[in-house]
């Protein structure tokens, strides 16, 4: 049996113990037989003789505790300015303190069991219960060491951890700062997982840094004392005492949150809330999502962040965002720095990323960081697991629709770990379901993640990320479609020295898809889509010095585009193969990001983003006149160009700045202006964002999208921070957004820029949230009003939209509010109720009717005139964890809700159509009914 | 691109549509309707109306306007108002290498032309062909034309069938008494006639050559229709359109027939390729291309069909027995209500006579017709 050797224990520890827990309690009195026999009686009187010159405290501890039973209980930090002069020859030990600490402010007290309390100031009475109350609130934190901690409980060691002080950096005299800088890694304590988004600060002065996504962090202080605390959600708040003498590395190892009901009074969240320069940023962990209901219970993140304010969907059967009045395509998804180009499933219904893989989801609605380039709206990075580097682990989950298993654990122990997890779907019996001529009908989609992190040294850490999925669908056995996505990406972290260090990222993402019907034999045909591309990019983050922290870099991603070929299937298809040109194009951007920070108050986040945009060839393309439509007849020229020729380029910088005031410890306001370019656009004749729309580089006919955005935001968190609020107001504006013109033809077109309509936008709107993130119950409440409104910009369009005039965009919505609440009922239950409601979205409705072909038809003029019924939603679910019991093999959970709890026929959009000879008016609800669902997953 | 079949799949996940009523103000109405082509051998029929509100549909005819066919060559062929709003000419004969435009001059002086265009020659169609499934029969169409590629075909189709009302009637009450029907005056067997709906389009723009194989023009359900209970006809009409005609009504079709689905295209404006000489931004619909026309005609028996149970409209009737006294008679048929259908004999003799409502007994009061037509085998 190990024995444990305690030295000191902190007055407040001791406090607690007395006051609240005979088990406490019992662990002192073992702790002390411990001691006690360790210490057998040496010295029958306990005198003590010694001779001291310039001796530590540890000198002097050592010694008494050598010739007699006395055990000391004391921190070390506060007497390590003591120098003891003195010598003693056999006297009690309370003479030889007396004389010890004699002129000090240091004061002892000696406990009936041969304890002995070292304290500065307050006086110990050995007689507790009598004194507890004059203790309180005057105590320190006290230092605890440990020696042999190889089998103690974890509420020991964090007790200890946060009690005993680090000494980091070597205390040189010659370097002459002022300032040190500490670096390390956050990591979870259980798992060795690097954590995301911690928040380590000090509270005076009031300094704070946040967590890399890999878990790194650089805080840089004034030399001496301080109290680091950390903080990260689902993680217990701890804190470091550290004496700072220069620049070193501590790590700091987090606990995960068991039981949530008790522990966490604030949470890293809201604090970056008021202090993070980023605004308009929503962070969310995976707890948060998986409370969140959803339809058939699947934790969706997609779903999840369309609760946030900005965010919003045309539809149910389409988890295309629009953040902001920017369309889908204006989303840069990041699945660990690959691109995901469609994240669904399943049409739209489900998101592509497994939840059990997903750590952490990242959106920047406002201001983007400079790393990031190429979408006009937002960022989503999504940072995925890495995987136990301790043991091995894994999940399963059993519901409606889909399963999905996870296994992970270390390659080597504490330096290589993996993750492997996969969904699939079983939907088919939903299609079993339908009429018998559907009965031939498929539909399937899987995902797969692979992660491995490898810590090479100290200094280097290799990461690499592995997606594919696969959706396929087949309705009664007429035309097939499939898309994938395939990621693949390699990490290299290096530090070069404290204060700086790089990532390097390679990647292959690629995204395609195909439709193919062998129905009709003459006819039979495959059509693919596809995008590839390969990128490189290097991220370099120095911490110059205390108020400047620099971020710069370079990228370049080369694109090759598919944009469509055709081609027969069998002997008997006449089908004609056809491949509309592939495209290149390579885009390349470097930037430069400064973090100044002014006061401690006062900080700016500058950033300059340089984007250079190459298209290349083999390419053959359309000359048109100047103001004359882009029209098939109006095509001068065609000049081809040979392989890797440059045939146009687009370049220029983006502006990325932000700024934050805070005016007290909970309140601050914060301002931010950006400017994005956008080289990629998705082409699409259809509201919801579909599977089969296609992307376009831009080319010398098509221009680069352009947009920019001015924000304002204020912060004020309340009752001790355990609710934030936050109102944001944006203006934005948005050049060379791809509208098509009426009847446009979008697959396999030759010549698309003639079926394209140059378009502005404008948006604007106020975001209202106010969340509460811990406690019993918790949740959020936002409110938006927006706006976004479209123009077409191109007088040369041959058509003009509306007059010219400006009109709402398809997910215009000014009015939207939702409220995410969850109450925690114990440890094992807890319930969450979700309301969502929205303006409906605008439509083109007809005007009138006319009779052709045998039948009333519809006429249609302006669009988007009109709007679908608001929608209104309410879902609940309930969570049933098993036991708690850490060391189960098993533990279980049941997830049981009901999607669209009142069954209200929330319209997806309403259409006209002409049946038998008469027009009928319909409208489409995706969901008609409340949808209750299962979920079963364990953990193993 | 069958989207219509992701929607049927949506009602299984839980979706439905309603009834939807729009509230619109400030409807399109009274917009100028021209529908037809010009036919250059053969019957040329133009139908105009006014486009009217959504609210209520109805069918106004454009009358008293003066049409003609405008030839490149100068000629000019008047056509004459045969019904309300409906202008024809048959037995033209037109030079096939001319261009063609039709003139139209309404009754509030207004003058519209419509662009010049081509003939497209229809080549004959090689087969109509069809298949039964469990939901019904699948009429296809194949033909090709290897002297132009691509092809852009429009099928419309006229549908005539047999059926026969669920109880035949030999006699019949004159008044006082039951007596033998004469032929004459048989009302079980009739025939009845329908057009397309829907606009039916292909192209082999995406082919090899000009081979249209099997492309399906009609579905013939079992439920909720009686044309498939004794012997149906279906004449598919066949004519070819130019490039910007065919992507007129591939956008007619797109805004009027395809819609509900979860990705549905955006609606957008129908205009055309007639336009007012005077004001051209004035919104006049239809398109007006030149071709010939070709035809074919299929016959399906019931005994063809595999055995299913088509819906016959007739699901509801039932018989009646009346005694064969005068007042019985008087009391039952009188009035007109009950239609005698046949005498009932017990061990020999007349004991009564059984009867149903008109409906049941009179096929003519489904919407046809006594007469067989010419063309029916």
Known sequence: MHCLRWRLISTKLLTEMMRYSGRCLLLVVLLGCLSTKLHAQKNAQNLITVTFHDAPIQELVEEIESQTDYFFYYDISLFDSLKFNFSVSREPLSTVLDRAFANTSFNYAIGPHDEVFLTKEALIQTNLSATLDSLKGKHRAYHVEIEDDQNQNTKTQIAA???????????????????????????????????????????KP????????????????????HILNIQSIGMKDTRRQILLSGDGKMNIDLQGQVMMLKNVIVSAEKLSNIRGVTMGVQKMDIKTLKQVPVVFGEADLLRVLLTLPGVKSVGEASTGLNVRGGSADQNLILFNDATIYNPSHFFGFFSAFNPDVVKSVELYKSSIPARYGGRLSSVLDITAREGNKKEFEGNAGIGLVTSRLEFEGPIVKDKTSFIIAGRTTYANWLLGLLPDQYKNSKASFYDLNLNVSHQIDKNNNLYLTAYTSGDKFNLNSDTTYGYGNTNLSLKWKHSFNDKLYGVFITGYDKYNYDISSTANPVNAFKLSFGINQSYLKAQFYYFLSPKHSLEFGLNSMYYVLQPGTYEPIGKESLVQADTVAKEQALESAVYLSDKFTITPQFVIEGGIRFSVYNYLGPQSVNQYPPDVPKSPDNVVDVKTYGPGQLIKTYSGPEYRLSLRYEFTDNFSIKASYNTERQYIHVLSNTTAISPTDIWKLSDPNIVPEWGNQYSLGFYKNLKNNTIETSVEVYYKTMEHILDYKSGAVLLMNHNIETDVINTNGRAYGIEFLIKKATGKLNGWLSYTYSRVELK??????????????????????????????NYRVNHRFSLSLNSTYTTGRPITLPTGSYFYYNSFRT????????????????????NIDGNHKVHQKFHNSWTIGVYNVFGRHNPYSVYYVSQNGALNGYQLSIFGSAIPFINFNVRF | MKMKHWVIMLFVLGACTDKYVANIKGQATGFLVVEGYINITGTTTIQMSRSTGLDSPVYLPETGAQVEIQSTNGASIPLSELNAGIYSDTGLNLDPTQQYRLHIKTTNGKDYLSDLSNVNISPPIDSLSWTAASDGVTVYVTTHNPAVQPGYYQWSYEETWEYKSKFGSDIEYDGSGLILRPDSDMITTCWRSDVSTTINIASTEKLSSNVIYEYPVAL????????????????????????????????????????????????????????????????????????????????????????????TGYEDCTQDTTGLDAASLNAKFGKGIYIPTAIIYSMGFPVGVSSSIPECVDCRLKGGTLVQPAFWQ
């Not at chain 1, 400006?806 to 009015?815: E, L, S, T, W």
């Not at chain 2, 395809?258 to 000489?277: K, V, Y």
């Open chain 1, 161 to 203: 951890l946060e009690n005993k002080l680090y000494q980091i950096g070597v205390n040189s005299a010659n370097n002459g700062s002022p300032n040190a800088l500490i670096t390390g890694y956050v990591r979870d304590a259980k798992t060795g997982e690097s954590i995301a988004g911690a928040s380590i600060y000090t509270d």
């Open chain 1, 206 to 225: 009031r300094v704070g840094v946040a967590s890399d996504q890999y878990g790194y962090y650089a805080i840089s202080l004034t030399k001496g004392r």
């Open chain 1, 792 to 821: 077409q910009a191109d007088p040369y369009a041959g058509e003009i939209i509306n007059g010219g005039n400006y009109y709402p965009a398809n997910y215009d919505q000014p009015n939207s509010a939702t409220m995410v609440a």
């Open chain 1, 859 to 878: 006429l249609y003029s302006d669009r988007n005139a009109y709007r679908i019924p608001d929608y209104y939603r309410t879902d609940f679910s309930m």
């Open chain 2, 220 to 311: 013939v359900p079992y439920s909720n229709t009686d044309k498939l209970v004794y012997e149906y006809s279906i004449l598919v009409k066949q004519t070819v359109l130019s490039q910007d005609w065919y992507e007129w009504v591939q956008k007619v079709q797109r805004n009027t027939e395809a819609l509900g689905s979860i990705f549905d295209a955006l609606p957008s404006e129908t205009g055309g390729n007639i336009h007012n000489t005077a004001d051209p931004t004035e919104l006049v619909i239809g398109f007006i291309g030149t071709t010939t026309e070709t035809e074919k005609r299929l016959f399906i028996n019931r005994t063809q069909i595999p055995p299913t149970i088509v819906y």
